[in-house]
T-cell receptor
Framework: KAGVTQTPRYLIKTRGQQVTLSCSPI?????VSWYQQTPGQGLQFLFE???????NKGNFPGRFSGRQFSNSRSEMNVSTLELGDSALYLC?????????????FGPGTRLTVL | DAKTTQPNSMESNEEEPVHLPCNHS???????IHWYRQLPSQGPEYVIH???SNVNNRMASLAIAEDRKSSTLILHRATLRDAAVYYC????????????FGPGTRLSVLP
């Protein structure tokens, strides 16, 4: 079974621009979560989607948004980019929202904001 | 969210057992203990999880203290491929899958 795929793998943008990152979960998985990883803050939860609905949201400004499609694929968007948005953005999928479900992470998209 | 405390770094020799400790003194009765690891330039990967009893799988063992205020991830024979950052995470019994990651323990494996 193919793992979680994220596109693009690398991205360079300038301040003020917006960016869209894509995540394709493992086939059959219905839950997708997004995380931001930076050297200073570590791994931080952004949001989680299940059946096209946002179920949970982390403590990030409204510039960060996401959505999930009927095929479970997910996108996240960051508008008005700031230098501090430079990070590795990780997507994780799981079968359901069960407490013990394993999360499978993708390789991430490395975003650099200049 | 309940917090975990782990050593910043640990070192091990190849083919020796490694015991990675995690303190979670504020754990609640329904929190699951999850361990993930992140190899260089990769996303985190699942290692093991448990609630009360010790758990074993092909990758590792998880020993949970009787009072559940601490746990230990055991790698029985460390290999160079086990060099990674290991995260101990408490998953609360609520709706959703989001994990609260701490800084983790960076494990170095020496040949």
């Amino acid at each position: 079974k193919a793992g979680v795929t994220q596109t693009p793998r690398y991205l360079i943008k300038t301040r003020g621009q917006q960016v869209t990152l894509s995540c394709s979960p493992i086939s059959g998985h219905r839950s997708v979560s997004w995380y931001q990883q930076t050297p200073g803050q570590g791994l931080q939860f952004l949001f989680e989607y299940f059946s096209e609905t946002q179920r949970n949201k982390g403590n990030f400004p409204g510039r960060f948004s996401g959505r999930q499609f009927s095929n479970s694929r997910s996108e996240m968007n960051v508008s008005t980019l700031e230098l501090g948005d430079s990070a590795l953005y990780l997507c994780a999928s799981s079968l359901e929202l069960i407490l013990t479900d394993t999360q499978y992470f993708g390789p991430g998209t490395r975003l650099t904001v200049l | 969210d309940a917090k975990t405390t782990q050593p910043n770094s640990m070192e091990s020799n190849e083919e020796e057992p490694v015991h990675l400790p995690c303190n979670h003194s504020t754990i609640s009765g329904t929190d699951y203990i999850h361990w993930y690891r992140q190899l260089p330039s990769q996303g985190p990967e699942y290692v093991i999880h448990g609630l009360t009893s010790n758990v074993n799988n092909r990758m590792a063992s998880l020993a949970i203290a009787e009072d559940r205020k601490s746990s230990t991830l055991i790698l029985h024979r460390a290999t160079l491929r086990d060099a990674a950052v290991y995260y101990c995470i408490l998953k609360p019994d609520n709706y959703g899958q989001n994990f609260v990651f701490g800084p983790g323990t960076r494990l170095s494996v020496l040949p």
